[in-house]
């Protein structure tokens, strides 16, 4: 069984950064897409940023610009660069890699951006 590791949230004040990890407990094969995603005002989870085999990119619209997503030196880990960091980002995040047969989700990752 994989387990998606999320790692990097906390608490931040507007206008800050955070930098979001999630590594994969063991090797993941034929990865469609790896990203991540926050919960939506009915507790949806909404799209944030994704990132597919051929390294292309997608974004959700409130947060072009402003977050990064990029895949670390294992291919099992990504990472997601959160910069000019809003009031409205804060929630909980949550890893997610999709596969052809498989879908994996990590335990989610809190971020409030307060002052």
């Known amino acids: 069984q994989v387990q998606l590791v999320e790692s990097g949230g906390g608490l931040v004040q507007p206008g800050g950064s955070l930098r979001l990890s999630c590594a994969a407990s063991?090797?993941?094969?034929?990865?469609?897409?790896m990203g991540w995603y926050r919960e939506g005002p009915e507790k949806q989870r909404e799209l944030v940023a994704r990132?597919?085999?051929?390294?292309?990119?997608d974004y959700a619209d409130s947060v072009k610009g402003r977050f990064s997503i990029f895949r670390g030196n294992d291919r099992n880990l990504i990472n997601l660069q959160m910069n000019s960091l809003k009031p409205e980002d804060t929630n909980v995040y949550y890893c997610?890699?999709?596969?052809?047969?498989?879908?994996?989700w990590g335990q989610g990752t809190r971020v409030t951006v307060s002052s």
């Open positions: 997610n890699v999709n596969t052809p047969w498989d879908t994996y």
């Open positions: 063991r090797d993941i094969y034929s990865i469609n897409t």
């Open positions: 990132i597919n085999s051929g390294g292309s990119t």
